[in-house]
């Protein structure tokens, strides 16, 4: 069965930094990998998805990229904000979707 | 603009109660699934559903059904609510899965408690 891993669980960075967010998963058979933004209390907003042909893709402050045969995808946020503070959480999608349980960001202003 | 929409976003209901927890989305979406998400835990599939009447267990079905009468609405049954079954209920929506671009939608998540 599929295993996802996001390391570290938590973490806490000044305003401004850049940071990297990992996710590493076991079974490189995938169709794609997604990332997710989460507020408390509230659903999964989709950020990025990256075929599993592709090797990154890009959002405004945000950059995702995949590794496939080593089953590692990271996310990178460019001058971290207070408002990227937030639980952010990947997904493989398979034959099914396999989740993390995420990594939850603190952006110190 | 895509929407996976959870009818309650906060219901508190006592043991033995039945529950229901509806979801609608709007996208035409073939696949629906209703995940539970705890601490430490993450998210955890329930059940899961690919065309209208079909369902399928996900990891964690003991203690719930579902029923999938139409294409856009996906129901989450608890017959009878136990305390360990506090929780956030997740609903989300995809194409076929077994394609490669597609997207998984989420609702804004239900907050069940039972006492």
């Known amino acids: 069965k599929q295993e996802v891993t996001q390391i570290p669980a938590a973490l806490s960075v000044p305003e401004g930094e850049n940071l990297v967010l990992n996710c590493s998963f076991t079974d490189s058979a995938i169709y794609n990998l997604q990332w997710f933004r989460q507020d408390p209390g509230k659903g999964l907003t989709s950020l990025l998805l990256i075929q599993s042909s592709q090797r990154e893709q890009t959002s405004g402050r945000l950059n995702a990229s995949l590794d496939k045969s080593s089953g590692r995808s990271t996310l990178y946020i460019a001058a971290s904000q207070p408002g990227d503070s937030a639980t952010y959480l990947c997904a493989v999608n398979g034959n099914q979707f396999y989740f993390g349980t995420g990594t939850s960001l603190t952006v110190i202003p | 603009d895509v929407k996976v929409t959870q009818s309650s976003r906060y219901l508190v209901k006592r043991t033995g109660e039945k529950v229901f927890l509806e979801c609608v989305q709007d996208m035409d979406h073939e696949n629906m699934f209703w995940y539970r998400q705890d601490p430490g835990l993450g998210l955890r599939l329930i059940y899961f559903s690919y065309d209208v009447k079909m369902k399928e267990k996900g990891d964690i079905p003991e203690g719930y059904s579902v029923s999938r009468e139409k294409k856009e609405r996906f129901s989450l049954i608890l017959e009878s609510a136990s305390t360990n079954q506090t929780s956030m209920y997740l609903c989300?929506?995809?194409?076929?899965?077994?394609?490669?671009?597609?997207?998984?939608?989420f609702g804004e998540g239900s907050w069940l408690t039972v006492v």
């Open positions: 989300a929506s995809s194409t076929f899965a077994l394609s490669s671009g597609n997207t998984i939608y």
